[in-house]
């Protein structure tokens, strides 16, 4: 499945104009960080279900690019409302994986060893954000949230993930995301990934999909 919507978002004309505007091409396999453009769900123009080729991270004035969104706020600040309301996307990914983060007794961050993360009993995790457009292309958000008691001791924050048949309803422009929000997915497989590289620099720690490839 994931491969069938690799292979819809490389069809699209956005993403020619991806690479066109940015030099970037759709990525599909592998680990996938911020400023990578991968296929994400969401609804077209007419309404229907579809794919798109979008680009992580919301680009901002005099900061670095903003790959994550709060649950807990996203609906009241300026910078999200607007997505909160319409434009509401799903990314598919394998895992998600993450760094245990933890404090020294000197009081210095040090993160540990590195996880990956899915839903138990499901091959897809299927991740929450919100998009909008920038000069013409869409750049997405991962929503976050407090951690399932599980992996807390991994991060403070972990994704906002649904089951595949609440996609749907959350990419919908009628519904209340408040209400599909609380029917997130908390029951979580996490596993020790062989750690092949350092932790990336602290604006990117947090929640890297693998959309494709692995599942």
């Given amino acids: 499945m ?28 592998g680990e996938i960080r ?12 007419r309404g ?18 903003l790959p994550n969104a709060r649950l807990e706020t ?3 600040k300026p910078l999200f409302q607007g997505a909160w309301k319409a434009h509401r996307c799903v990314i598919p990914a394998s895992w998600y ?10 009081g210095k961050k040090e993160t540990g060893d590195k996880y990956l993360i899915q839903p138990k009993g499901d091959r897809i995790t299927w991740l ?15 929503l976050t949230r407090p951690p399932s008691e599980e992996i807390s001791f991994i991060h403070d924050r972990m994704p ?6 609440d996609v749907d309803e959350w ?27 350092k932790a990336p620099p602290d604006e990117y720690t947090t929640f890297l999909p693998v959309p494709v490839g692995m599942a």
């Fill in 2 to 29: 994931l491969r069938q919507y690799a292979d819809i978002a490389a069809r699209s004309r956005i993403r020619e104009q991806f690479l066109r505007n940015v030099a970037k091409p759709l990525q599909y396999r």
């Fill in 34 to 45: 911020p400023a990578d453009i991968v296929p994400v769900i969401a609804t077209s123009k």
């Fill in 48 to 65: 229907n279900k579809a794919c798109f080729p979008m680009q992580w991270g919301f680009n901002m004035e005099r900061r670095s690019l």
């Fill in 74 to 76: 996203a609906g009241v």
């Fill in 97 to 106: 994986y993450e760094w245990e983060h933890f404090l020294r007794p000197n």
């Fill in 128 to 142: 929450c954000g919100l998009y909008r457009f920038e000069d013409g292309l869409p750049h997405f958000v991962v």
């Fill in 160 to 165: 906002l993930m649904l089951r595949e048949k």
């Fill in 171 to 197: 990419i919908s422009p009628d519904a209340k995301p408040d209400e599909v929000a609380y029917r997130a997915v908390t029951d979580l497989h996490f596993e020790k990934a062989p750690q092949t590289e």
